[in-house]
């Protein structure tokens, strides 16, 4: 029997068991420079550990479709990692909750293109999947000695579609 996952929109209610969703929505936390900017005041709860330190990657990844199949979902026990897009496009967001140290049931999420996301120490996700060209993003991660990588290959996929 195939395993099908819906996805659904990105929102911190549904998404802050995972991590952050970062955006500029609603109105700004405060006016800065002379009136003519709107902080959106810190957005996300950045963890790298005791023995890590902020880093800041481009990542280029190569765009993907829906149905996507999901083969792989990772984790990083030593610190959080955001993603924030450098372009206007949605790109999938895939999460699963810890079932006694391996990934459970995804979730599949899909931005609206101009929405980040900041992901938890320890959560388990699927790659960065953009889905459309060019698939460039800023990334803040832990930089630090200790591995902070741990891979989990499904041999029973699950296949990622349109939540309609």
Do not use: K
Not at 60 to 71: G, I, V
């Amino acid at each position: 029997m195939p395993r099908t996952i819906r996805t659904e929109p990105l929102t911190q209610a549904a998404f802050a068991a995972f991590g952050d969703v970062l955006d500029a929505s609603g109105p700004p936390d405060r006016l800065i420079n002379a009136g003519l900017c709107g902080r959106y005041h810190d957005r996300a709860t950045l963890d790298f550990g005791p023995d890590g330190r902020a880093g800041i990657s481009i990542f280029y990844a190569q765009p993907r479709a829906l149905p996507y199949a999901l083969d792989l979902l990772e984790r990083h026990p030593e610190g959080s990692q955001a993603f924030i897009p450098m372009t206007q496009h949605p790109f999938l967001v895939i999460v699963a909750p810890d079932d006694h140290g391996t990934p459970g049931i995804p979730r599949a999420f899909l931005t609206d293109g101009a929405q980040g996301i900041n992901l938890h120490r320890c959560i388990w996700h699927g790659v960065l999947t953009p889905l459309a060209a060019p698939g460039l993003f800023a990334v803040i991660d832990r930089i630090g000695r200790t591995p902070n990588l741990q891979e989990h290959p499904l041999s029973d996929p699950w296949t990622i579609v349109s939540g309609g």
